[in-house]
């Protein structure tokens, strides 16, 4: 089955402790991103991967890292987590960058930053 | 960064009745897109468009494509339960790395 696959899908931290959130996609796709909801701001871009070892940044990049060594993986990582990202963060991919009609998102990870 | 206004912010409706909702933007796009969104999942593409003027339908749902660029509107018609959800539009502009632009989304609630 198609699928891309987010861990965790909730977790709650204090400030300052480094975490990662991963996500891994089956389909071979080349352009995978990540987005943050927040209720009244829809969904804002915060990194993408044109393919492995090709990242660049979205518009909300401060205080995120991103790297792509493997094609189906592209983890999230926030080095030193803070309230203001305490969000919902869904992770995506696609099989090109603009092949919008083969983009899947992941189920989301709720993270709480005390 | 690029702003679409997404309105209305929700709407309640009875099963049966027909819905629209539609994007503005200040800026415009190459590629408009509708994803609908349910509770615990990611959004998931319903229609997209790809010409100014384009009109373009899914079952029940029809978008288009404003003829500026820089809008686009979704017509629910005959609304059943499980159209409840999040509706979220999206732009594309050209050169932009495929990067979409979201609006703020329509959260809808079908009363029967």
């Known amino acids: 089955e198609a699928q891309v696959t987010q861990n965790p899908r909730y977790l709650i931290t204090v400030t300052g402790k480094k975490l990662t959130v991963t996500c891994s996609q089956n389909m071979n796709h080349e352009y995978m991103s990540w987005y943050r909801q927040d209720p009244g701001l829809g969904l804002r871009q915060i990194y993408y991967s044109m393919n492995v070892e090709v990242t660049d940044k979205g518009d909300v990049p401060e205080g995120y890292k991103v790297s792509r060594k493997e094609k189906r993986n592209f983890p999230l990582i926030l080095e030193s987590p803070s309230p203001n990202q305490t969000s919902l963060y869904f992770c995506?991919?696609?099989?090109?960058?603009?092949?919008?009609?083969?983009?899947?998102f992941g189920p989301g990870t709720r993270l709480l930053v005390l | 960064g690029q702003q679409l206004n997404q309105s209305p912010q929700s709407m309640f409706i009875q099963e049966g009745e027909d819905v629209s909702m539609n994007c503005t933007s200040s800026?415009?796009?190459?590629?408009w897109l509708w994803y609908k969104q349910e509770p615990g999942e990611g959004p998931v593409l319903l229609i997209a468009?790809?010409?100014?003027?384009e009109l373009t339908s899914n079952g029940r749902l029809t978008a288009q494509f404003g003829i500026t660029r820089k809008d686009s509107f979704l017509n629910i018609s005959a609304s059943i339960p499980s159209d409840v959800g999040i509706y979220f539009c999206?732009?594309?502009?050209?050169?932009?790395?495929?990067?979409?632009?979201f609006g703020t989304g329509t959260r809808l609630q079908v009363t029967l």
């Open positions: 999206a732009g594309m502009g050209a050169g932009t790395a495929s990067k979409l632009t």
């Open positions: 995506a991919s696609s099989f090109l960058a603009g092949a919008v009609e083969t983009q899947y």
């Open positions: 468009l790809y010409k100014a003027g």
């Open positions: 800026s415009i796009f190459n590629t």
